[in-house]
């Protein structure tokens, strides 16, 4: 066998990361910032290592992190949102654009940019995603974040 390449769970000194929310449903994306917060903590990225930029909705999310995924400052940028169905097809317009926006963003720009926008059928899945039954979306972005930016500096070396 080869090389192996794999991110490890533990952020490197130094390394800093931003996290864009979206304020739609900010009932629930602000449980999901809190979880991606918490993960940060958990994981050794001390509080003012993280950068946090709110969007109206997840429609908007794209450029912002397009944008600070651009600055050279960060090593990752986690994405958060809430899109939940409604009674118009406009929850799939918003839920692919935002989807499609995200990984155009990390691609056009490469810098993991890690999709943690919650895409429900209903106001129950959301709560079972943003900490209770599904766990946090928001936890499991930035500790993804973590391990591709980690990945990322193996890969280059
Ligand atoms: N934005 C969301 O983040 N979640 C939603 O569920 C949602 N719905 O259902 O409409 C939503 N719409 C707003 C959208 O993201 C933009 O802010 C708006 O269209 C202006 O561009």
């Known amino acids: 066998m080869g090389r192996v390449f794999e991110g490890r769970l533990m952020a490197t000194e130094g390394q800093r990361f931003a996290v864009v929310v979206a304020r739609f449903n900010e009932f629930f994306t602000r449980q999901l910032l809190e979880g991606a917060l918490a993960a940060f903590r958990r994981h050794g990225v001390p509080e003012d290592a993280v950068d946090v930029a709110w969007v109206p909705g997840s429609f908007e999310i794209p450029v912002v992190a397009k944008r600070l995924a651009s600055t050279g ?6 994405c958060l949102g809430a899109i939940i169905r409604g009674a118009t097809s406009h929850f799939d317009y918003v839920a692919a654009q935002a989807a ?15 999709f943690g926008i919650i895409t429900t059928d209903d106001l129950d899945q959301a709560i079972d995603r943003s900490g209770a039954k599904a766990g946090n979306k928001g936890f499991e972005a930035a500790v993804t974040a973590i391990e591709m930016a980690d990945l990322m500096a193996h890969c280059e070396a």
């Open 73 to 78: 400052r960060y090593a990752a940028v986690v």
């Open 100 to 114: 499609a926006g995200v990984a155009r963003a990390g691609l056009d720009t490469g810098l993991p940019v890690i």
